[in-house]
Nanobody, 125 residues
Framework: QVQLVESGGGLVQAGGSLRLSCAAS????????MGWFRQVPGKEREGVLC????????WVADSVKGRFTISSDNTKNTVYLQMNSLKPEDTAVYYC??????????????????WGKGTLVTVSS
């Protein structure tokens, strides 16, 4: 079992930056691919980025490429989502998730085994 808790969401102006954290507890955190998803009310949840457990593999959705980055600190069992140049369309609830699948490309809900409860990011224009 892995428990995930996101933090760092809030209100930010367009063009600003925000860093989300996802603290993991449980066994074998370093085995998991970690991903970030987001969901706008009324829309499907979309995968945004992932990072592999040990090989440094990453994937970034086109919608955030060049603006968002993912990193992890295995000593702290924490994954980070650095969001720069934020746009109003980035407004969503952001979730972190863990998977035993490899981070090799597009990520989707059914490949993830564990989820956090989400943190709201609001970008004002």
């Amino acid at each position: 079992q892995v428990q995930l808790v996101e933090s760092g969401g809030g209100l930010v102006q367009a063009g600003g930056s925000l860093r989300l954290s996802c603290a993991a507890s449980g066994r074998d955190f370093s085995r998991y691919t970690m991903g970030w998803f987001r969901q706008v009310p009324g829309k499907e949840r979309e995968g945004v980025l992932c990072t592999g457990p040990t090989d440094g593999s990453t994937w970034v959705a086109d919608s955030v490429k060049g603006r968002f980055t993912i990193s992890s600190d295995n000593t702290k069992n924490t994954v980070y989502l650095q969001m720069n140049s934020l746009k109003p369309e980035d407004t969503a609830v952001y979730y972190c998730a863990a998977s035993l699948y490899h981070c090799s490309g597009y990520i989707y809900d059914s490949m993830m085994s564990y989820w956090g409860k989400g943190t709201l990011v609001t970008v004002s224009s």
